[in-house]
């Protein structure tokens, strides 16, 4: 059984930083990469960064230079440091996480809310 739980989310006003964690538990041997998605109400989900096992990152254009993703290994945990938060990044974050387990699958978290308003 593998869970992923989110947490940092919030209101915070434009211009303003959040620091957003997600943390794998359960029968993990192996991450591949860990990410983070985001939800808006009335879009699709959409892609916002990844890091991979070999510590290599990637991020959306519209996150780009704002946004860092970092992963503590040990703890199986990944963060996402928001920074110069503007309100069309108000969305639902979900964590995404490629494991094994006892088979090799995706995972994600219930997801945390993010509101940027002032």
């Known amino acids: 059984q593998v869970e992923l739980v989110e947490s940092g989310g919030g209101l915070v006003q434009p211009g303003g930083s959040l620091r957003l964690s997600c943390a794998a538990s359960g029968s993990i041997f192996s991450i591949y990469a860990m990410g983070w998605y985001r939800q808006a109400p009335g879009k699709q989900r959409e892609w916002v960064a990844v890091i991979r096992s070999g510590g290599s990152t990637n991020y959306a254009d519209s996150v780009k230079g704002r946004f860092t993703i970092s992963r503590d290994n040990a703890k199986n945990t990944v963060y996402l440091q928001m920074n110069s938060l503007k309100p069309e990044d108000t969305a639902v974050y979900y964590c995404?996480?490629?494991?094994?387990?006892?088979?090799?699958?995706?995972?994600w978290g219930q997801g945390t809310q993010v509101t940027v308003s002032s």
């Open positions: 995404n996480a490629d494991l094994l387990a006892t088979t090799r699958d995706k995972y």
